[in-house]
């Protein structure tokens, strides 16, 4: 089974980077994945696609986002790390990790999320 675990800073102040991490701690070995992807939900909105990473290591970025995000990952220790720089109030937001099975576009498996808050 997948356990998918976000990790990083609560607070972030603005300009700063953050930096975000996600470890896929369970047993993954029987199932294929197509993407890692970064999803996060900003107080009073819905869910907003970030990016991902396919299995060739091909990144997409949203393009509202994609001036400022890097998505990269770590195979050798399952894991999966953001990079969003220059971030302002807008970007408080819960943000998950997610894996896809089916195309870089599908999210089958989610973390718990973490609650970011960029405030000075």
């Known amino acids: 089974q997948v356990q998918l675990q976000e990790s990083g800073p609560g607070l972030v102040k603005p300009s700063q980077t953050l930096s975000l991490t996600c470890t896929d701690t369970?047993?993954?070995?029987?199932?294929?994945?197509?993407?890692w992807s970064w999803i996060r939900q900003s107080p009073g909105k819905g869910l907003e696609w970030v990016g991902s990473?396919?299995?060739?290591?091909?990144?997409d970025y949203s393009p509202s986002l994609r001036s400022r995000t890097s998505i990269s990952r770590d195979t050798s220790r399952n894991q999966l790390i953001l990079q969003l720089t220059s971030v302002t109030p807008q970007d408080t937001a819960v943000y998950y990790c997610t894996r896809g099975t089916e195309n870089w576009y599908t999210y089958d498996y989610w973390g718990q999320g973490t609650q970011v808050t960029v405030s000075s």
């Open positions: 369970g047993d993954s070995s029987e199932t294929t994945f197509f993407s």
């Open positions: 990473i396919g299995r060739s290591g091909t990144t």
